[in-house]
């Protein structure tokens, strides 16, 4: 399915834009048929490197997901699924955030509908603060304020850069890797690296090659090690 997405404000609009184009509901299974639409569109943008960084953090968590819709037997840890859930609460909240920006909307749209008294016309507005307001009240009324808007922000992206790793790149290197050998055994291709991410990663980019018909996989059991080879094409 080929999805057209023009404008976008941000990591969460583009997720939910793709959601309801297939209108789906926010939940894991439907985070993970996006994921593939979400990085494309990512990759044809350009970002300043603070935009990108949001987007990244997004990204890292849309392939956690998929891997864990693709690989059941992946165990995922504690900070993990708090990620997962984290974002599914996010776009939850947006969707809700951006509906009721609908609704102000088409009040404003209609306002000439609406009809008020002219009770304060003419008159300049003004700012009656309570007596007891002082510099100590507002400074302890904006840091309330901040930590109740801190849940709807995305995290820090301090760690989860380094976790972002090109699935385009990893698909160069596993073609160059096929081309000098017979057959190539999936748990090689970390050259030795045990982390989760590159497990995720390669998987993707093996799934991807296999999809396009460039390689042939085979596996002797259940759960056994996947051998990769390369698909002679006619």
């Given at each position: 399915?080929?999805?057209?997405?023009?404008?976008?404000?941000?990591?969460?609009?583009?997720?939910?834009?793709?959601?309801?184009?297939?209108?789906?509901?926010?939940?894991?299974?439907?985070?993970?048929?996006?994921?593939?639409?979400?990085?494309?569109?990512?990759?044809?943008?350009?970002?300043?490197?603070?935009?990108?960084?949001?987007?990244?953090?997004?990204?890292?968590?849309?392939?956690?997901?998929?891997?864990?819709?693709?690989?059941?037997?992946?165990?995922?840890?504690?900070?993990?699924?708090?990620?997962?859930?984290?974002?599914?609460?996010?776009?939850?909240?947006?969707?809700?955030?951006?509906?009721?920006?609908?609704?102000?909307?088409?009040?404003l749209?209609?306002?000439?509908?609406?009809?008020?008294?002219?009770?304060?016309?003419?008159?300049?507005?003004?700012?009656?603060?309570?007596?007891?307001?002082?510099?100590?009240?507002?400074?302890?009324?904006?840091?309330?304020?901040?930590?109740?808007?801190?849940?709807?922000?995305?995290?820090?992206?301090?760690?989860?850069?380094?976790?972002?790793?090109?699935?385009?790149?990893?698909?160069?290197?596993?073609?160059?890797?096929?081309?000098?050998?017979?057959?190539?055994?999936?748990?090689t291709?970390?050259?030795?690296?045990?982390?989760?991410?590159?497990?995720?990663?390669?998987?993707?980019?093996?799934?991807?090659?296999?999809?396009?018909?460039?390689?042939m996989?085979?596996?002797?059991?259940?759960?056994?090690?996947?051998?990769?080879?390369?698909?002679?094409?006619?």
């Amino acid at each position: 399915m080929k999805i057209k997405i023009e404008k976008f404000e941000g990591p969460l609009d583009l997720l939910l834009e793709l959601i309801e184009q297939q209108k789906l509901d926010i939940c894991e299974v439907a985070l993970a048929e996006v994921t593939d639409q979400y990085l494309e569109i990512i990759s044809q943008q350009e970002f300043s490197p603070n935009e990108l960084a949001d987007f990244l953090v997004v990204a890292s968590r849309l392939l956690l997901i998929k891997s864990k819709t693709l690989l059941p037997m992946l165990d995922l840890t504690e900070e993990e699924e708090a990620e997962i859930k984290d974002l599914e609460n996010a776009m939850q909240e947006y969707r809700r955030y951006k509906n009721q920006a609908k609704i102000v909307k088409e009040i404003l749209a209609n306002k000439s509908r609406i009809f008020t008294r002219e009770l304060w016309q003419g008159r300049e507005p003004v700012f009656s603060p309570p007596k007891r307001l002082d510099l100590e009240s507002l400074v302890e009324a904006f840091k309330k304020l901040s930590l109740s808007l801190e849940k709807f922000l995305l995290p820090k992206v301090s760690g989860y850069l380094e976790r972002v790793v090109s699935v385009e790149e990893r698909i160069k290197e596993i073609i160059l890797k096929i081309e000098s050998r017979a057959v190539l055994s999936f748990n090689t291709l970390a050259g030795g690296s045990m982390k989760k991410i590159d497990v995720i990663i390669n998987f993707l980019a093996v799934l991807f090659l296999f999809r396009e018909k460039n390689i042939m996989l085979s596996q002797a059991k259940d759960f056994g090690e996947i051998k990769i080879m390369k698909l002679h094409q006619p």
